[in-house]
């Protein structure tokens, strides 16, 4: 799993992402959100990668862990 940004244009990633969430209700975002991620996972492809993600995200959640 990559820690480190590797991200080409982080600002502009950020940008489009809350550009896609505007005007969007609370569901329509969770919905968005869920699209979104599983998109992204199968870009990715190894379950393994995807597993040390999922961990690393519910770690890095406030007041949550495993």
Known sequence: ???DL???DADL???QL????ADLSTEQSQAL???LILLLANQVGDTHVLAACI???RESTPGKSL
């Open 1 to 3: 799993m990559k820690t």
């Open 6 to 8: 590797n991200l080409t």
């Open 13 to 15: 990633f950020y940008e």
């Open 18 to 21: 809350l550009n896609a969430h």
């Open 33 to 35: 959100n869920a699209r």
């Open 55 to 57: 961990a690393a995200a």
